[in-house]
């Protein structure tokens, strides 16, 4: 069993960074593809990135190509979202979300998660 908890984020000006972390806990964290998702208020959560169980294969929504990159630490347990240029159109909450996969296909359905986070708050101001 895979528990998740995010951490990192705040409040940031346009055009600066953030790195949110999320600590799993569970021996099996390695055979599991991670995403990160986010929502708006008003607004569906949307996908924004993910990596497969080996951190071979990784996906992005458009909207944060070349700003968002996604990666993980097999042996902290921990997944990233490294955050820069951020947009005030970036302010949501961000979660963290699982799933034990061990093919390198990246889902960008939320319905492909099974295991989410509690979500932290990342505001960009104008």
């Known amino acids: 069993q895979v528990q998740l908890v995010e951490s990192g984020g705040g409040l940031v000006q346009a055009g600066g960074s953030l790195r949110l972390s999320c600590a799993a806990s569970?021996?099996?964290?390695?055979?599991?593809?991670m995403g990160w998702f986010r929502q708006a208020p008003g607004k569906e959560r949307e996908f924004v990135a993910g990596?497969?169980?080996?951190?071979?294969?990784?996906s992005s929504a458009d909207s944060v190509k070349g700003r968002f990159t996604i990666s993980r630490d097999i042996a902290k347990n921990t997944a990233y979202l490294q955050m820069n240029s951020l947009k005030p159109e970036d302010t949501a909450v961000y979660y963290c979300?699982?799933?034990?996969?061990?093919?390198?296909?990246?889902?960008?359905?939320?319905?492909?998660?099974?295991?989410w986070g509690q979500g932290t708050q990342v505001t960009v101001s104008s």
């Open positions: 979300a699982a799933v034990r996969s061990v093919i390198a296909v990246v889902s960008s359905r939320t319905s492909s998660y099974d295991k």
């Open positions: 569970g021996r099996t964290f390695s055979r599991y593809a």
């Open positions: 990596i497969s169980w080996s951190g071979g294969s990784t």
